[in-house]
């Protein structure tokens, strides 16, 4: 009875060495402050904040967060500007279904209560005067059609430029 409670204590222990292959748990993120007209905004004051903690940063500049499986805020201000309010949406990492696969879901409830198995989109760009969300699985998609080489192909009326739903297609 004892060799085999071993045996199952070891193959645990052996699981439970992947549990983290997702990654550590820190992500870089570029912040960024938009006017309305679209032009940068420098030094824009931003505070990004999750569960997990929270950072404060001038714009233009990266910022390294501790990922969650919670959404992350950002709040920016200048003075003479509206304050611009972004939700980045936390998604699951593909490695994190792996996880559950290879160990056996161990890895994977790890990942999760560290955070290590999520994502937010790269790219933060606040846009002063508005709310806005950001979702890294837009970012996710928009990369594989740009790998693929092809672009969603919009119909442009006669004499039109591209209609304002074509965002990330080509026209």
Known sequence: MNIKMATILAALAALSGCATITGNEGQSLSVSALAT???SVDKAECVL???KGRW???TPNFV???RSAEDLTVICKKPGMVDGILKA???AAGSMYGNIIFGGGIGALIDH???TGYNYPDQ???KMGSTVVVDRQEQDNAQRVAASGQ???VQVPPGGACPSASRGTTC
Request: aromatic residues 0%.
């Open 37 to 39: 007209d679209g032009t």
């Open 49 to 51: 904040e999750n569960d």
């Open 56 to 58: 404060a940063t001038a």
């Open 64 to 66: 390294m967060v501790r």
């Open 89 to 91: 949406v936390s998604r």
């Open 113 to 115: 209560n560290k955070g």
């Open 124 to 126: 933060l760009p606040v």
């Open 151 to 153: 672009g969603a192909a």
